[in-house]
């Protein structure tokens, strides 16, 4: 019973696997908020499984290494945010909703290539980058809340370092959510015709863009 139990408290590798867990459920929950189910929908339209999938997957993992990254790098500065810095992130959020819904509405197939081919590009072209940036980005809105649920799993000896395994467990859930969202959304995509995907790109632009107006509203 000593080696399982320290002060009343299990173990470190008991604490260290309770944290990665919890991270990973809340990174799950995190992952398929309308928010992030509404970006990836509109960055990847529809049309090829493979294509919509990773799309899906480039917006989370942009989203996670940025989440993750950045409160783990808030935290070991001691470095705190504002109520303020979280109301104005979610307002860019916002409008980073509304520029992805109007570029979708504007423009179809922008948010696919980035812009008209013209002629051969490089393996760096801009479409297979807008779902890393917009998943970072989008990331910031959740950065506070994230840090205030990581502080009562950093105190003192072994529960510092399962505080830790949180993150890992939290980036992993939100690429499994979003990945199973973008696969699932992939999957329905594939099965509709021409004239019924040109319909639900609309309708996922014009919820998208509403979303992003509804949440500015709501944070000003």
Known sequence: MANRYRGGLPCAPVLLLLSFAVGLLQ??????????????VTLGGTGARRRVLKVALRFAAGHALALG???????AAGVGLSE??????????GVLLIALGAAALLFPGALRHG??????????HVHQRLPIAAGALLALSGLRSLMLALPPLMVGGSLSLSGWAYLPGFALGVLGGMGAVGLLWAEASARLGEKAAGSVERAAALFTAALGGAWIVLRL
């Open 69 to 75: 990254g950045l409160a783990g790098l808030c935290l």
């Open 27 to 40: 990174g799950l929950l995190h992952a398929v908020g309308p928010d992030h189910c509404a970006a990836v």
């Open 84 to 93: 303020a810095f979280e109301r104005w992130t979610e307002v860019l959020g």
């Open 115 to 124: 812009h008209p081919h013209l002629g051969n590009h490089g393996p760096a």
